[in-house]
C-alpha cells in the first residue's frame, strides 16, 4: 500500500517529465544528467566565451533541467560576475558578507571558526518582494571530503501532493520574512530598521515559472513565517507538511564540488541545501545572485 504518496507517485508522474528530459540535446554541449528528474553537468563549454547561440541553449537546458554544474572553469571572480549578468541584474545582499571590492558576490568561507549553517531546504531571497532569478556560486576552495550542495525540484515536489492539499492551498498567500534568519542575529532596534527597509514579502505558495508555466512549490522553513488568513497552529502544521516535500529523495539531486565547479540553479524552480558536514575543514564559494520577477 502507498501511505504516504511517495512510494510509487513520483515514480508514476515523473515519468513523462524524465523522458522528456532524457530526450534533451544540444548542439553546442553536451549535459550529462545527475539525475532523472533535475540537475545536469553541461560539457564542452568554456562559461568566459559565450556565442548567442550557444546562450539560447544554455537558456533551454537551465529551465528544463533547473540547475547546471559546469566543472573546470577557472573563472575570475569578474568573469563569474560576467557570466551571471547575462541572466539579469545583480542584488547586493543585505546580510550575507560581500566580496571585498565587489557588494554583488556573497562570499560563504567556512573553517575550524565558521560552522557552515546553509543547511535547510531554502530558495534564496525569497524574503524579497522580488526574489531571485537564479544563483550563480562558485567553489574557490573545497573541502577533502563533504560539503555536497543538494537541490529539489519544486515542481515535482507540487505534482506529487495529493489532491485535496492541492485545493487546499490553491490561491494561498505565504508571509516571507528574514527576521527569523538573519535577523535573529541582530538587537532589536537594528531587526526593526532593517524590517522598514525590507518588509514582509507575500507570494503564493504555489507560484507559476514565468517560463515554463510549471507550478511550484514556493514555501520554505527558513524564511516563511506564516500562512496569511491562518491561525498559527494551522499555518505551522501546514507549513511544515508542505517543506517536508523538498526532503523526498526521489525530488533531488545531490552536486560534489571540486575546485573551480560552478553551479547555477532557478530560485524559481528548486530549493537547495548545503551540507554542513566538513567542518573543521575549508570551504569557500562565492555566489551572485540575479534578481527575479515578483512570483505570481
Ligand atoms: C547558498 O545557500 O546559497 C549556499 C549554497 C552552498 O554553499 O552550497
Known amino acids: 500500500m502507498d501511505l504516504s504518496g511517495h512510494h510509487f507517485g513520483p515514480r508514476r508522474f515523473l515519468k513523462p517529465h524524465t523522458e522528456r528530459l532524457a530526450a534533451k540535446r544540444y548542439e553546442n554541449f553536451d549535459v550529462a ?3 532523472p528528474v533535475l540537475g545536469a553537468e553541461v560539457r564542452g563549454i568554456d562559461l568566459r566565451e559565450l556565442d548567442e547561440q550557444t546562450f539560447a541553449e544554455l537558456q533551454d537546458a537551465f529551465c528544463a533541467f533547473k540547475v547546471l554544474f559546469f566543472r573546470d572553469q577557472g573563472l575570475t571572480s569578474e568573469q563569474h560576475v560576467t557570466f551571471a549578468e547575462r541572466w539579469g541584474e545583480l542584488e547586493d545582499h543585505p546580510f550575507l558578507p560581500a566580496k571585498e571590492g565587489d557588494s554583488r558576490v556573497i562570499r560563504f568561507a567556512k573553517d ?3 560552522v557552515g549553517v546553509e543547511n535547510q531546504w531554502h530558495s534564496d531571497v525569497s524574503w524579497r518582494e522580488v526574489p531571485s532569478l537564479g544563483s550563480v556560486l562558485r567553489a574557490v576552495e573545497v573541502p577533502p571530503v563533504g560539503g555536497d550542495t543538494l537541490f529539489a525540484d519544486m515542481n515535482a515536489a507540487y ?7 492541492k485545493q487546499r492551498i490553491d490561491g494561498a498567500v505565504a508571509v516571507h520574512d528574514f527576521t527569523q534568519s538573519f535577523g535573529a542575529m541582530m538587537d532589536a532596534e537594528t531587526r526593526a530598521e532593517r524590517q522598514k527597509e525590507y518588509p514582509p514579502a507575500h507570494h503564493p505558495v504555489v507560484r507559476t515559472h514565468p517560463v515554463t508555466g510549471a507550478k511550484i512549490l514556493y514555501v520554505n522553513r527558513i524564511f516563511t513565517s506564516h500562512i496569511v488568513g491562518m491561525d498559527v497552529a494551522e499555518s505551522d502544521v501546514l507549513i511544515e507538511r508542505l517543506c517536508r516535500e523538498a526532503s523526498v529523495p526521489e525530488y533531488q539531486c545531490r552536486f560534489h564540488w571540486e575546485k573551480n565547479s560552478v553551479a547555477f540553479w532557478d530560485n524559481r524552480a528548486v530549493q ?6 566538513y567542518w573543521p ?4 564559494m562565492e555566489r551572485a545572485t540575479i534578481i ?3 512570483p505570481v
Open 33 to 35: 544528467p545527475l539525475s
Open 112 to 114: 575550524d571558526e565558521t
Open 292 to 294: 527575479g520577477e515578483r
Open 159 to 165: 505534482e506529487g501532493l495529493p489532491d485535496d492539499l
Open 272 to 277: 537547495h541545501y548545503a551540507a554542513s558536514d
Open 281 to 284: 575543514a575549508r570551504r569557500i
